[in-house]
């Protein structure tokens, strides 16, 4: 009875530890997306273009500025 009593003791920390892993893990998961879509854009394999390679729209109301001779 006492050496099952420990094996069942030493299965829930076992069990425990590895779940305690596996939450540590899905923590730590929502920042790495962000860091390998940068790395990815910066490199230049995404296929969706950077805000800083598309250039800016004027303004909806705004008038075209004319050149002055």
Known sequence: MN???A???FA???VATLLWMEWGKEQAAP???ATTATTMGA???STVPSAMSVPSAPP???TPA???T
Do not use: I, S
Request: glycine fraction near 10%; proline fraction near 10%; avoid cysteine.
């Open 7 to 9: 094996f069942l003791l």
């Open 43 to 45: 490199q230049g394999d």
């Open 31 to 33: 920042a790495t997306p």
């Open 60 to 62: 909806a109301g705004a």
């Open 12 to 14: 829930w920390l076992m």
């Open 3 to 5: 050496q099952t009593r």
């Open 66 to 68: 004319v050149p002055q």
